[in-house]
């Protein structure tokens, strides 16, 4: 399961390398408070187990020296959810350049076996992944990357159980309210 949200981040953010920050720093945008366990729990259907909130300091590429925020959450034991956030600082062709790497990353995916399904949904970029049969220990991942109020960001749930991306969409809508 870990190597899913860890690809799931990676696409998120096009990064190849990161640098967290020592542990006990405060965290910039505040990620976790972004999306209220009751949230998260009445989306889901199951409780809210345990959250981690981090930052990262990107080293590399057009987000160098910027900070993004994220928070993953554990719900009932086998539900996997992460939102980051990041300060929107790409120019157009930047963006567009990311969102192509965003797709080759899907594509990717697709040559592995993997079934990718683009959601169309405005105001976000959504997709479901699901593994092929041979890999058992994956999991599907939906999500949804998007832009509001001058930050880049994105929600995605890893879960066997059955998720959709108007779901995780209505979650990354709820969280965009709620950045500063």
């Known amino acids: 399961m870990k190597r899913i949200p860890l690809l799931a981040l990676a696409l998120t953010l096009l990064l190849a390398w990161s640098t967290p920050l020592p542990v006990g720093a405060a965290s910039k945008y505040k990620a976790c408070s972004l999306l209220t366990a009751a949230e998260l729990g009445a989306a889901l259907g199951a409780k809210v187990d345990r959250s981690v909130e981090r930052d990262i300091v990107i080293d590399e590429g057009p987000y160098k020296g910027e900070t993004m925020s994220s928070c993953d959450w554990v719900i009932g034991g086998a539900t996997h959810v992460s939102l980051s956030v990041i300060r929107q600082v790409l120019s157009g062709e930047q963006r567009a350049a990311g969102l192509a790497k965003l797709r080759q990353a899907l594509e990717d995916l ?71």
Do not use: H
């Open 110 to 180: 697709k040559k592995q076996g993997w079934t990718v399904e683009s959601a169309n949904i405005a105001g976000a970029a959504c997709s479901t992944a699901r593994p092929p049969a041979s890999e058992s220990s994956a999991l599907p991942l939906v999500g949804c990357f998007m832009e509001s109020k001058g930050f880049a960001f994105s929600v995605y749930v890893v879960t066997r159980a059955t998720v959709t991306p108007q779901q995780v969409k209505a979650l990354a809508d709820k969280a965009a309210a709620r950045l500063p």
